[in-house]
């Protein structure tokens, strides 16, 4: 706003003017325009009265009346022509401001960020034709839009347009890789179909804490085995345990992937033979989905025990003695005195062995834990008491 007074700038809130002290009065800039351009035509008008002015002064001195008269008919026209000029600027300058301000709304109407708010206000009114139109145009506008990106695919998601609100939803995580709300909306588009597979194929890769927790409903988690592959000298157990409540274990030995119709995990697996076994292992949620599988490869090679030894190790008696065994620690000694091969079905030694009368084979074997055998270790104990020995030399003598 400007002084009525002097022109000058007012102030926003000022009563009076700054410069020239007159009360504050409202005078638009078009009105101003207005009285310039009068002042502007007066000027130019009184330099032609100077320049004609001498003959005008002479015939005005001979004809006063008829000059008068003349006078006024030309300032009546000039006043017509004035005011002529000053509606046709009224009028430009009206047209000017239509004009512009058509251009601003129209600028406005057509921003990204116009359009982006009508698409998401049709898409909560449910109007999703419209909200696509709009989504459309913001993307005509930036193909890289994510907000209309992200909008077009929740719309083609509720619209069951499921191949092209996946295509939405892939372009949002190209440009932006933790786009939590593009990964939601991928996840619920592959439950509706029932595409698990796809869900976790979504997941690899992802390290995002906020993300991977999008994926919990939908993923069932693997189990953990205790004891990790490798290779083993014994027989060992191996436990399996679930990451969560609610889920059942079920594994194979034989490295295939198992299923409900496995064995069910109810106890620690023993592990109790030789060779390459693969333990693998899935849980299984309520609705009957598997998680990924998890195994281990044992490489299981027994180490054959010591020999034992014993005190004295064979000779001749002829008097009553005993036989010390030396057990291998982590063993069992069994023993026969028949030449037999001895096992568990065998004697077992506990303590020193009797010597018994003749010529006898005592042979012992020591068995461990894992029912490993060492060789078998083979004395030749010759007793005959001291009377044995002499009624054998008299019968000899006999006899010769």
Request: hydrophobic residues 30%; proline residues 4%.
């Amino acid at each position: 706003m400007v002084c009525s007074k002097c022109g000058a700038e007012l102030k926003e809130g000022c009563v009076y003017c700054s410069q020239c002290g007159q009360e504050a009065q409202i005078v638009s800039e078009i009105n101003i325009l207005e009285d310039d351009l009068l002042r502007e035509i007066m000027d130019d008008e009184d330099q032609q009265k100077k320049e004609h002015g001498s003959g005008s002064e002479k015939e005005r001195e001979s004809q006063p009346g008829r000059d008068d008269r003349k006078r006024g008919r030309e300032e009546a026209e000039k006043t017509k022509n004035l005011k002529r000029k000053l509606l046709i600027m009224v009028i430009v300058l009206a047209a000017a401001v239509v004009v512009v301000f058509g251009l601003i709304r129209h600028r406005q109407n057509h921003s990204e960020t116009y359009l982006m708010s009508r698409a998401e206000h049709a898409y909560s009114q449910k109007e999703y034709t419209d909200a696509l139109e709009y989504a459309n145009r913001v993307l005509g506008l930036n193909d890289g839009n994510q907000d209309a990106l992200l909008l077009k695919g929740q719309v083609c998601l509720d619209m069951k347009e499921y191949e092209e609100a996946e295509t939405q939803f892939l372009a949002v995580i190209s440009l932006d890789p933790s786009c939590a709300e593009a990964y939601e909306g991928l996840i619920t588009l592959y439950d509706a179909q029932g595409y698990t597979g796809k869900i976790r194929d979504l997941m690899d890769g992802v390290t995002d804490e906020k993300i991977l927790a999008l994926f919990e409903d939908y993923i069932v988690p693997g189990p953990e085995i205790s004891v990790e592959s490798g290779n083993f000298s014994e027989y060992f157990t191996v436990e399996i345990t679930a990451p969560r409540k609610g889920l059942e274990i079920y594994y194979t030995l034989d490295g295939t992937t198992p299923d409900k119709e496995d064995t069910l995990y109810e106890e620690p697996v023993e592990i109790s033979e030789q060779g390459t076994i693969v333990l693998t292992a899935v849980c299984m949620d309520q609705n009957g989905e598997y998680s990924e599988p998890v195994s281990a490869e044992y490489k299981v090679k027994l180490n054959m025990p010591d020999m034992p030894t014993v005190s004295p190790d064979g000779g001749q008696f002829s008097m009553p003695a005993t036989v010390t065994v030396n057990v291998p620690e982590g063993t069992t000694v069994y023993y026969t005195w028949d030449g037999s091969e001895p096992g568990e079905d065998s004697a077992r030694y506990t303590g020193p062995i009797d010597i018994p009368e003749g010529n006898n084979i005592l042979s012992l074997v020591a068995i461990d834990k894992n029912g490993m055998k060492s060789k078998v270790l083979k004395c030749n104990y010759i007793y005959y008491p001291e009377s044995s020995s002499a009624e054998s030399a008299e019968t000899d003598a006999v006899s010769g």
